[in-house]
């Protein structure tokens, strides 16, 4: 099996830099500017108490854009993983991270409600392991009004990954 952090950089640079699946993540990826990091917890609240140490992280590093963390001792199916995100983004809230980070599930089962489990477009959000991509909002906002059409990204990467097949 290959190794979680490699796996999931060439899934970066292949996938979401390479297909241009996110238009805002070749820059802070060419900077060094994302981290990935590990959990090993095996346990929900393992997993969630690791997600607030990459907050307080984030918090304490500015020059880090965004985290990535994997995963990697929680074997959970796909709507399980929904159900710890929304309780993880619960948390966040808790400790005062409302408006201020948000996080975007990825999965290596991941479908969209209501779409074919079969549909490459699932593949936006499917990864080589679970993981929890951390950004900071502030960032987002800065990338959205810099993007010419951010309402035609999804309608394109639907289009680019069902032609890959």
Do not use: K
């Not at 994302?34 to 959990?39: D, G, T």
């Not at 074997?75 to 993880?88: G, H, N, R, S, W």
């Amino acid at each position: 099996m290959t190794e979680p952090i490699p796996a999931v950089r060439v899934w970066l640079r292949d996938e979401i830099v390479g297909l241009d699946l996110c238009p805002f993540a070749a820059g802070p990826l060419r900077a060094g500017r994302v981290r990935i990091a590990s959990s090993d917890a095996q346990d929900p609240e393992g997993a969630v108490t690791d997600l607030l140490l990459e907050a307080r992280h984030l918090d304490e590093h500015p020059v880090v854009e965004t985290t990535l963390l994997l995963l990697t001792g929680l074997p959970v199916d796909f709507e399980t993983f929904l159900d710890l995100t929304a309780l993880a983004e619960d948390v966040l809230a808790d400790e005062g991270y409302e408006g201020e980070l948000q996080i975007v599930a990825f999965h290596p089962d991941f479908c969209f409600a209501g779409a074919d489990p079969d549909d490459p477009a699932n593949a936006v959000n499917r990864s080589p392991v679970t993981l929890w991509h951390l950004l900071r909002a502030q960032s987002v906002e800065r990338a959205i009004a810099g993007h010419p059409d951010v309402a035609g990204i999804p309608e394109r990467n639907a289009r680019v990954l069902r032609e890959r097949g």
